[in-house]
């Protein structure tokens, strides 16, 4: 069974840029694919970016394509999100999660484990 822990959330300004980061361990890192999800107030969890359990072929929400890049390293069991020309409407809380075998879904309930999630704030 993976753990999972993210960090890296912070307050920003506009147009800034953010790294975030998430560590797995308990479990063999290889085996699952890996994404982000985030959930803002009042608004429901919804899918950022994911990756699948090679590395290949990441997939973005439609609106995060090119400023959102999720990679993952398999030296160091970490998967991360560098998210680039935040806007204010990208706070939220930042969630990991992490499910067996090779497809990414974009589906919460798809994912079997769940990090704690770090609150990334873009205010000025």
């Known amino acids: 069974q993976v753990q999972l822990v993210e960090s890296g959330g912070e307050l920003v300004q506009p147009g800034g840029r953010l790294t975030l980061s998430c560590a797995a361990s308990?479990?063999?890192?290889?085996?699952?694919?890996m994404a982000w999800f985030r959930q803002a107030p009042g608004k429901e969890r919804e899918f950022v970016a994911a990756?699948?359990?090679?590395?290949?072929?990441?997939y973005y929400q439609g609106s995060l394509k090119g400023r959102f890049i999720i990679a993952r390293d398999s030296a160091t069991n970490t998967v991360n999100l560098q998210m680039d020309s935040l806007r204010p409407e990208d706070t939220a809380v930042y969630y990991c999660?992490?499910?067996?075998?090779?497809?990414?879904?974009?589906?919460?309930?798809?994912?079997?484990?769940w990090g704690q999630g770090t609150q990334v704030t873009v205010s000025s």
């Open positions: 308990g479990g063999a890192f290889g085996l699952y694919a």
């Open positions: 990756i699948t359990l090679k590395g290949g072929a990441p």
């Open positions: 999660a992490a499910t067996p075998g090779h497809a990414a879904s974009v589906v919460v309930t798809d994912y079997n484990y």
